[in-house]
Nanobody
Framework: QVQLVESGGGLVQAGASLRLSCAAS????????MGWFRQAPGKEREFVAA????????YYADSVKGRFTISRDNAKNTLYLQMNSLKAEDTAVYYC??????????????????WGQGTQVTVSS
């Protein structure tokens, strides 16, 4: 099993930066792809970014490409999301998730086995 705990959310002004962290417990973190998703009020959960288990591949939603950077430190069992040039439309609860090790579909939330509890990011305009 993998347990995930996000941190780093908060209230910031448009244009600011935040770095989210996701601390993982369990032996399989380093062998799983990982992803970040977000959900705004009244909207479906949407893909933000993902990274392969060896960090050789990264994937981004078009809406965050060039502004957000996903990374991981397998030695620390931690996933990160560096968010720059934040916009009001980035306001959401952000979740980290662990990909099913037999799946190669990083974009679909249904392919992820484990989820954190989420951290709120609020961007004021």
């Amino acid at each position: 099993q993998v347990q995930l705990v996000e941190s780093g959310g908060g209230l910031v002004q448009a244009g600011a930066s935040l770095r989210l962290s996701c601390a993982a417990s369990g032996r399989t973190f380093s062998s799983r792809g990982m992803g970040w998703f977000r959900q705004a009020p009244g909207k479906e959960r949407e893909f933000v970014a993902a990274i392969s288990w060896r960090s050789t591949s990264t994937y981004y939603a078009d809406s965050v490409k060039g502004r957000f950077t996903i990374s991981r430190d397998n030695a620390k069992n931690t996933l990160y999301l560096q968010m720059n040039s934040l916009k009001a439309e980035d306001t959401a609860v952000y979740y980290c998730a662990a990909l099913n090790p037999y799946s190669g579909n990083y974009y679909s939330p249904g392919e992820y086995d484990y989820w954190g509890q989420g951290t709120q990011v609020t961007v004021s305009s």
